[in-house]
Structure formats: structure tokens, C-alpha cells
């Protein structure tokens, strides 16, 4: 049985705010890290603000490859100081736990929902 895995990434407006989102789904592999970084360098690009937001969906995420995990940490030392926000939509306690140790690496503040709608107007505050 084929396991399905993916990333995939937008730019959203809410009201006045603009912001990243970002869906993980499935077990995360080093190829979808590739494909992944330029898109979400050119969203940082086209948002255009030293503060980006960022609306993360791991709904449907299992976890990552050892390499994707590294790649994952990469990323986060890269661009961390360029999040003001990041809100992470989950339904696992490790996720909850994810978003803990995300928050290190990041400029801004990261924090963990279970409901989307919580999370976009925590973001737009």
C-alpha cells in the first residue's frame, strides 16, 4: 500500500492580515523538502515583511524521514528570525509538543491549536 505525503504551501488574507499556509500530510520525506524550500522561500519573498505569519495545518502529519527531519531544522535556523507568528493546527499531543520546541527556533512565537479558526485569529491579533 502506497503511504501518501505532501507539503504544500499558499499565501492567505484574513481581514487586514496576510500569512503563509503551510499543510503537511503523511511522513515527510527528504525529495518533498526539496521541492518544498523554494516555495516557501518565494513566499517569504512575496510577503515582503521582516515579520511573516504563518499558518501551519499538521492535521494529517505523521512525522518525517530522518533526512526531512534534518531538513526541517535547517529551515528553522535559516528563516526562524523572519516569523512573527507561526500558529500550528493539530490533533496529536506530540504536535502540541512539536510546536513547544518549534517556538526555540524562531524570532516570533510559535503556539499549537486544535481548531483553525482559534488559530487565524490568534494569528491576526
Known amino acids: 500500500m502506497t503511504q ?42 512575496t510577503i515582503g515583511s521582516p515579520h511573516v505569519k504563518m499558518l501551519v495545518d499538521v492535521t494529517a502529519f505523521s512525522g518525517w524521514e ?28 506530540w504536535q502540541a509538543l512539536m510546536a513547544t520546541v518549534g517556538d526555540w527556533f524562531i524570532g516570533g512565537e510559535a503556539n499549537y491549536f486544535t481548531d483553525s479558526t482559534e488559530a487565524i485569529n490568534w494569528l491576526c491579533e
Open 66 to 93: 530522518l533526512r526531512a527531519a534534518w531538513d526541517d531544522f535547517k529551515i528553522g535556523l535559516k528563516h526562524g528570525n523572519e516569523f512573527e507568528k507561526i500558529a500550528i493546527v493539530g490533533n496529536k499531543d
Open 4 to 45: 501518501t505525503h505532501s507539503i504544500s504551501i499558499g499565501i492567505e488574507r484574513f481581514e487586514n492580515t496576510l500569512y503563509i499556509v503551510m499543510k503537511a500530510a503523511g511522513k515527510l520525506t527528504h525529495a518533498d523538502y526539496e521541492a518544498f524550500t523554494p516555495l516557501l522561500e518565494g513566499a517569504l519573498n
